[in-house]
């Protein structure tokens, strides 16, 4: 499970027999206090794929910077890069998925304003040189102000899910 914020625009696509696919990232952030008192911030980006109606869904109703709660497995490929090498990329396949906070609390759950449904798979062309790469930085905090605290009660009525 994580909640995070999405990376970057979401663009699904669709395979040659019809089936729907959206590959994304998400980033999460881990915030505390050093030793001296400093506050101290991670980022991690996960990578993401859903599929069929998941996949739509989530195209349609989220946008860059939206947050996002994700339940899903790990899924590690391998393949031979073109310099011989042995590469891995683990991925999150979603199975379930909920809306997060909004950026803008009176935006409610409308389509995305460039949701386009996803079209049938046009052959492979290669990207630009200038193309954004899937772990580009995305600087919007997430708000972890409700987020209950050491030695609070923890209630199953506040859980947000």
Request: charged share 25%; proline share 7%; aromatic share 12%.
């Amino acid at each position: 499970m994580i909640v995070g914020r999405i990376t970057k625009q979401l663009e699904p696509r669709t395979t040659p027999t019809g089936f729907i696919v959206l590959d994304f990232s998400v980033a999460t952030n881990y915030r505390w206090k050093d030793k001296n008192g400093q506050k101290q911030e991670e980022v991690e980006f996960h990578n993401v794929v859903c599929f069929g109606k998941t996949a739509e869904i989530i195209a349609k109703y989220f946008n860059k910077g939206d947050e996002i709660y994700l339940e899903g497995r790990l899924k590690t490929n391998s393949w031979v890069g073109q310099d011989g090498i042995k590469r891995y990329k683990t991925q999150m396949i979603i199975e379930k998925f909920d809306f997060g906070q909004k950026v803008n609390p009176q935006r409610t759950a409308q389509p995305a304003q460039n949701y386009q449904p996803a079209q049938p798979a046009r052959p492979a062309q290669s990207a630009p040189a200038n193309a954004n790469s899937d772990d580009e930085y995305f600087n919007a905090p997430i708000v972890q102000e409700n987020y209950p605290q050491e030695g609070d009660d923890i209630r199953v009525e506040s859980i947000p899910f």
